[in-house]
């Protein structure tokens, strides 16, 4: 049962975070996935206005950061246009929570994820997690590496397909909500699904019944 106290507490984490104070479970605001020199597509950007991302223009082999704590929810190799020239390349989802403790997703594509992440593999803010794979553009073979990072406002599973560009559906501009929010930084304790199955219950001991001495045989 929520309590008035339980209330004014929620409140006042909020508050703090709100204004850039950390508290316990908490970091004060997310670190960006990589340096950004800028000049590329932003939210909604391109021909047809339809880019679900902002790409940070970056060179090949960057590090790319988690930008708070979080669970591996899918490390995808083979997607289409995430590649160099219009190739197939590799993304990264991860699981992140808010202070609020509404749960999202973040995509970062264009990337070599670090082959030791595997899906539910849990990540610490400011861990690398990948580097900027290189990308070429598929007509001038012109260096445009960059990381494609996305956020899907949604605890509902992300989509598959039309993850660069398309219809919005729950994507949001990650540029905004990165500075507009505040993440918990203990979601390695609390996101759903990511420790494996549970293990079963311990079947109950029963008490062993009492054994009737038995008697000595007669001496002869």
């Known amino acids: 049962m929520i309590t008035a106290s339980s ?3 929620g409140c006042l984490v909020l508050l703090l975070s709100s204004v850039g104070v950390a508290v316990e479970g908490q970091q004060s605001k997310f670190v960006q996935p990589c340096p950004d020199a800028g000049g590329y597509r932003g939210w909604l950007g391109g021909p ?5 991302g902002h790409d940070y223009r970056t060179p090949a082999g960057t590090d790319v950061k ?4 979080g669970v591996v929810w899918r490390v995808d190799l083979n997607v289409p246009g995430f590649g160099s020239e219009g190739k197939p390349g590799a993304l990264i989802w991860l699981k992140h929570r808010l202070a609020s403790g509404h ?3 973040a995509l970062y594509g264009h990337v070599t994820p670090d082959r030791k992440l595997r899906d539910g593999t849990r990540v610490e803010v400011n861990q690398t997690i990948a ?4 990308y070429l553009d598929a007509d001038t073979k012109k260096d445009l ?3 494609h990072f996305g956020i899907w406002n949604s605890e509902t599973m992300p989509p598959v397909s039309q993850l660069g560009y398309g219809p919005v559906r729950s994507f949001t501009d990650p540029v905004k909500f990165l ?3 505040a993440p918990y930084s203990d979601v390695n304790s609390e996101v759903e699904g990511d420790s494996g199955p549970s293990p079963r219950p311990e079947a109950p001991v029963r008490p062993l019944k009492p054994v009737a001495p038995r008697p000595l045989p007669p001496r002869r």
Do not use: G, M
Request: no cysteine; proline share 0%; hydrophobic share 45%.
């Open 179 to 181: 500075k507009e929010n």
């Open 131 to 134: 580097t900027v794979a290189v």
């Open 48 to 52: 047809a206005k339809n880019h679900l």
């Open 145 to 147: 590496s960059h990381l």
């Open 66 to 69: 988690a930008i708070s704590d």
């Open 7 to 9: 209330r004014l507490i």
């Open 103 to 105: 749960y999202f997703y």
